[in-house]
């Protein structure tokens, strides 16, 4: 194969990977032919089509880490970060094939394509739930309980999964995005089905067992969507050296992408809100104790990447993060202009410095891990960085006040629902949208007739373009999933008969 011409624009190098009709299919072909003037490669249409979708316009109101409040500084949303990691993830990319010395590693392990980069990376939060992090945990608490009794609970990037998968509609033909099976893939972080819970000793293998852990608290596909998942992932058994559980390229560079954006953009926003005291955080680095952010983090690392981790490295990384904080970020944040600008080009430099300290390995870089990865001293200051902000930012107090709250809502929200849902007399009076799942799950696949009468909805015609839904019961979760923050507070007020409809528009939820 040609190599392309170091001096060649990067817009011609949108794609380095052998020729295969498998990566460009999608699992649902649509009704109609193609038109003979859309000049896009299948992947830009994957990354319109993410664009354009109801799904995406969404994130804008939903939390990233911290739900916002008017007077605070603008935080990042779903949708901001996601396109920050948009950004950053085609940066990766592009370097990674300007890297000639690369190009016969990334055409054997089954290419790179920029556009199925980027639409992994928009796509990749679609399917989170309304406030954030804390959202996530409570429906995965709710799933596996007694009332939706689902054994494989709630995961985002799982959601993410089933959402472009089928959730989203963009077409009468058939479900979902219709998305190529190389941008599926990529939008698997995580591309495995979450380990059958152990009932005797979870909590120790939890704390105990890399793998148990690995396959248990990640997952990118629920059970009802494995068949789909292995479809997709065909195009990789050409490639012989591919490892199973194995991120694809794309889906490694999304990964690390939103890892750095997670680790530099959250952290300049809570710093830039006054949210982030830096004095404390400094504070925190110099202890030693059992009890420390420093020995937690170790143990963990050590626990979930022993192939990667390494003690020493890991001891630099926290002379570098410390060094960075005293020169870049005031102890005090007093919304100066040399303040402010100190720390957005503070923010500026570290994601530069991380793009540039990606690189791709003839083997994973640790067991079930990436390709492409982080260089080992840098990966280590990223974990850094995140588990500060998860420790002083998510866990304060003022923090836990809101997000009890938040936990409240949708508890009560999926119990409210399924009430609804079970009831004969009034199950056709419940939301048109989580209705026709609901029937479209109970008989097992195929699409309802709108244009019938109630009576006849639950004659639903088989097609092979619809993928099976699963248990009735997460519909619910995934209807939850369609709303924003503010949409989850209305329906929740009106459900629980705690306020009225604020105006008409909420009574169409």
Request: charged content about 30%.
């Amino acid at each position: 194969m040609a190599k392309p011409a170091r001096t060649q624009p990067v817009h011609e190098l949108v794609r380095l990977t052998p020729k295969s009709a498998r990566r460009d299919a999608r699992l649902i072909q649509p009704a109609r032919p193609r038109s003979p003037h859309d000049t896009r490669s299948e992947a830009r249409r994957d990354r319109d089509r993410v664009l354009y979708s109801v799904a995406w316009r969404r994130l804008g109101g939903v939390t990233q880490v911290v739900t916002p409040f008017e007077d605070m500084a603008l935080m990042h949303n779903r949708l901001t970060h996601s396109e920050k990691v948009a950004q950053v993830a085609r940066s990766i990319a592009e370097r990674l094939l300007f890297q000639e010395k690369s190009h016969r590693l990334i055409a054997h392990l089954g290419g790179i394509d920029v556009d199925v980069v980027e639409a992994a990376a928009l796509a990749h939060d679609l399917g989170h739930p309304p406030f954030g992090h804390i959202g996530e945990i409570t429906l995965d608490k709710v799933a596996r309980g007694s009332l939706l009794r689902l054994s494989d609970g709630f995961e985002g990037n799982a959601q993410t999964f089933r959402s472009v998968l089928l959730g989203e509609t963009r077409s009468a033909a058939y479900d979902g995005l219709d998305l190529t099976c190389a941008t599926l893939l990529a939008i698997a972080k995580y591309p495995w089905v979450r380990e059958s819970t152990l009932k005797d000793d979870h909590d120790a293998r939890l704390k105990t067992n890399t793998d148990y852990r690995r396959r248990w608290r990640k997952f990118s596909v629920y059970r009802s969507e494995k068949n789909s998942f292995t479809r997709a992932r065909a195009f990789l058994d050409e490639v012989r050296s591919f490892r199973p559980e194995t991120q694809s390229l794309e889906a490694s560079i999304m990964d690390v992408a939103d890892d750095i954006t997670y680790a530099i953009h959250d952290l300049e926003d809570f710093y830039l809100a006054g949210i982030l005291d830096v004095r404390a955080v400094l504070d925190e680095l110099r202890r030693n104790e059992q009890d420390s952010l420093l020995r937690k983090l170790r143990a963990r690392l050590k626990l979930d990447y022993p192939d990667y981790y390494r003690r020493a490295l890991f001891d630099r990384a926290v002379m570098v993060v410390q060094k960075e904080l005293r020169s870049s970020f005031a102890t005090k944040y007093d919304g100066g202009l040399t303040t402010v600008g100190r720390a957005r080009a503070a923010g500026s430099k570290l994601i530069g410095k991380y793009i540039n300290s990606v690189h791709i390995s003839e083997d994973v870089f640790w067991t079930h891990g990436p390709y492409v990865a982080l260089k080992s001293p840098q990966w280590h200051e990223v974990q850094l960085l995140k588990e500060i902000t998860k420790n002083f930012v998510i866990t304060r107090p003022d923090i836990a006040l809101l997000q009890r709250g938040q936990q409240r809502i949708l508890r009560e929200l999926v119990q409210y629902l399924l009430e609804w849902k079970d009831s004969k007399s009034d199950f056709k009076r419940l939301p048109r949208r989580l209705r026709e799942e609901i029937i479209i799950a109970q008989n097992g696949h195929g699409r309802i007739d709108s244009t019938r009468a109630y009576g006849d909805l639950l004659r639903v015609r088989g097609n092979g373009g619809f993928a099976p839904r699963g248990d009735a019961n997460r519909c619910i979760l995934d209807y939850l999933c369609t709303l924003t923050d503010g949409q989850c507070y209305a329906l929740y007020y009106k459900l629980s008969g705690s306020r009225p409809a604020a105006s008409a528009m909420d009574f169409f939820l």
